[in-house]
C-alpha cells in the first residue's frame, strides 16, 4: 500500500544528470516527516543512500543528492554511472496510517 | 561494525504461520526501532513494522490483525511472527535497523533477506 509515487523508471547516459521525484501527501512528506532514499542492486537487500531528506552516510559518493519541498522530494545523480543502475525507493513517515511508508519504487537504466 | 543475521522457514503452507528471527550483532541494541520490511517477487518494498528494545511495537495497518513483532534484548533477537499465510505473503522479507526520531526513521543496517514461499 504505497502512498508515495515515484515514477516507474528513468535512464540516463554515463556522465550525465538524472533525477526523479517522490510524491507524498500532507500526512506524510507535507507533514514535515524526514524523506529517506535507498538503493537496491538485483539481488541485493536495500542500500541507505539518503536520509533525513538530504544527508548522505558516510561511503555515499557526493554524485547522490537529496530534496524535499511541500509533499514531495527528489534525488538526484550526477556523472551517471553504469554502477548506479539499479532500483530506488523512497521512504517517509504517514501519520494516517502510523507507520513508515515506501515509495513504489523508480528503476534507473543507464544509456 | 553492526550486522544482521536472520534466519527461518523459507516454505510453508496456506494458513500456516510465518515465523523469522534477525540477531544483532555489533553496537548498541538498545534506541534503535527494530524493522521487518518485505518484498514480493519483481515488486516494491512494503514495510511491515517495528518494535524498540523497550517492546513498544508499530505495525502496517494491513497486516496489523496477523503480524506480531517481538524482542529479545538479552539474546540481541528480534522476532517477526505472520499467522494465517496466503499466496499473497510470499516475498523476501528483510530485518533491519531503524535510527531517527519523531520526524521520521531510516533503516540504516539491513539482514540478508530470506525468501519465503507460500504454496500448498
Known amino acids: 500500500q504505497s502512498v508515495l509515487t515515484q515514477p516507474p523508471s528513468v535512464s540516463g547516459a554515463p556522465g550525465q544528470r538524472v533525477t526523479f521525484s517522490c510524491t507524498g501527501s500532507?500526512?506524510?512528506?507535507?507533514?514535515?516527516?524526514?524523506v529517506q532514499w535507498y538503493q537496491q542492486l538485483p539481488g541485493t537487500a536495500p542500500k541507505l543512500l539518503i536520509y533525513?531528506?538530504?544527508n548522505r552516510p558516510s561511503g555515499v559518493p557526493d554524485r547522490f543528492s537529496g530534496s524535499k519541498s511541500g509533499t514531495s522530494a527528489s534525488l538526484a545523480i550526477t556523472g551517471l554511472q553504469a554502477e548506479d543502475e539499479a532500483d530506488y525507493y523512497c521512504?517517509?513517515?504517514?501519520?494516517?496510517?502510523?507507520?513508515?511508508?515506501f515509495g513504489t519504487g523508480t528503476k534507473v537504466t543507464v544509456l | 561494525q553492526v550486522q544482521l543475521q536472520q534466519w527461518g522457514a523459507g516454505l510453508l503452507k496456506p494458513s500456516e504461520t510465518l515465523s523469522l528471527s534477525c540477531a544483532v550483532y555489533?553496537?548498541?541494541?538498545?534506541?534503535?526501532?527494530w524493522s521487518w520490511i518485505r518484498q514480493p517477487p519483481g515488486k516494491g518494498l512494503e514495510w511491515i513494522g517495528e518494535?524498540?528494545?523497550?517492546?513498544?511495537?508499530s505495525y502496517s495497518p494491513s497486516l496489523r490483525s496477523r503480524v506480531t513483532i517481538s524482542v529479545d534484548t538479552s539474546k540481541r533477537h528480534f522476532s517477526l511472527n505472520l499467522k494465517s499465510v496466503t499466496a499473497a505473503d510470499t516475498a523476501v522479507y528483510y530485518c533491519?535497523?531503524?535510527?531517527?526520531?519523531?520526524?521520521?526513521?531510516?533503516?540504516?543496517?539491513w539482514g540478508q533477506g530470506t525468501l519465503v514461499t507460500v504454496s500448498p
Open positions: 533491519a535497523r531503524g535510527d531517527g526520531d519523531y520526524v521520521g526513521v531510516y533503516l540504516d543496517y
Open positions: 555489533g553496537g548498541s541494541f538498545s534506541g534503535y526501532y
Open positions: 518494535i524498540k528494545h523497550s517492546g513498544r511495537t
Open positions: 500532507r500526512s506524510s512528506i507535507g507533514a514535515g516527516y524526514d
Open positions: 533525513g531528506n538530504s
Open positions: 521512504q517517509s513517515y504517514d501519520s494516517s496510517l502510523s507507520g513508515s511508508v
